[in-house]
T-cell receptor, first 112, second 114 residues
Framework: QKEVEQNSGPLSVPEGAIASLNCTYS??????FFWYRQYSGKSPELIMF????GDKEDGRFTAQLNKASQYVSLLIRDSQPSDSATYLC????????????FGTGTRLLVSP | EPEVTQTPSHQVTQMGQEVILRCVPI?????FYWYRQILGQKVEFLVS????????KSEIFDDQFSVERPDGSNFTLKIRSTKLEDSAMYFC????????????FGDGTRLSIL
């Protein structure tokens, strides 16, 4: 079982719609969860992080965490063409909490 | 906003040559990391560094790799004898702490081995 799993996509949504990106993880001891956005050829850019079960909102972004089911999701409201990128889910390894384990990322395409 | 800076942005090197990638982490951060991303693949952890020593390394980080903090600001990754399969984007990251503290990434160095 992969440590961090994401659907590679692409996920296509029209402009203005809600994009829903999902991530599952295997380590039940994981405490924190990070979402990064990566444009093609660029570096990962941190957009959200969440530690507690439930929802965390920041502008158009909402992260949702369900530790019992071992999944974390990212909702993007009012999607814009500029949101088109690959979204990476990352989880620190329980041992040492220093190594970030990344999923393969979900490619999001927002059409005008 | 403070950021992690990396130089050079692109490095082209002959196979077997040594290469040094440079990073300036965010100034008040204590933990430093190197990751790499082979084209089309996921971001992979290489090494973490704290208090002037390696705190964790992956199986990728073999004897050909080394890291150093030569002064109060720079953090370097050296590859002693490069191989074709070392061609990748190399990202430096830093964080204030571990676990719940987010890691912030630099723009990366694209390493091309010929």
């Amino acid at each position: 079982q992969k440590e961090v799993e994401q659907n590679s996509g692409p996920l296509s949504v029209p402009e203005g719609a809600i994009a829903s990106l999902n991530c599952t993880y295997s380590d039940r001891g994981s405490q924190s969860f990070f979402w990064y956005r990566q444009y093609s050829g660029k570096s990962p850019e941190l957009i959200m992080f969440i530690y507690s079960n439930g929802d965390k909102e920041d502008g158009r972004f909402t992260a949702q965490l369900n530790k019992a089911s071992q999944y974390v999701s990212l909702l993007i409201r009012d999607s814009q063409p500029s949101d088109s990128a690959t979204y990476l889910c990352a989880v620190p390894r329980n041992t040492g909490f220093q190594k970030l384990v990344f999923g393969t990322g979900t490619r999001l395409l927002v059409s005008p | 906003e403070p950021e992690v800076t990396q130089t050079p942005s692109h490095q082209v090197t002959q196979m077997g040559q040594e290469v040094i990638l440079r990073c300036v982490p965010i100034s008040n951060h204590l933990y430093f990391y190197w990751y790499r991303q082979i084209l089309g693949q996921k971001v992979e952890f290489l090494v973490s560094f704290y208090n002037n020593e390696i705190s964790e390394k992956s199986e990728i980080f073999d004897d050909q790799f080394s890291v150093e903090r030569p002064d109060g600001s720079n953090f370097t990754l050296k590859i002693r004898s490069t191989k074709l399969e070392d061609s990748a984007m190399y990202f430096c990251a830093s964080s204030e702490g571990t676990g719940n503290q987010p890691q912030h990434f630099g723009d990366g160095t694209r390493l091309s081995i010929l």
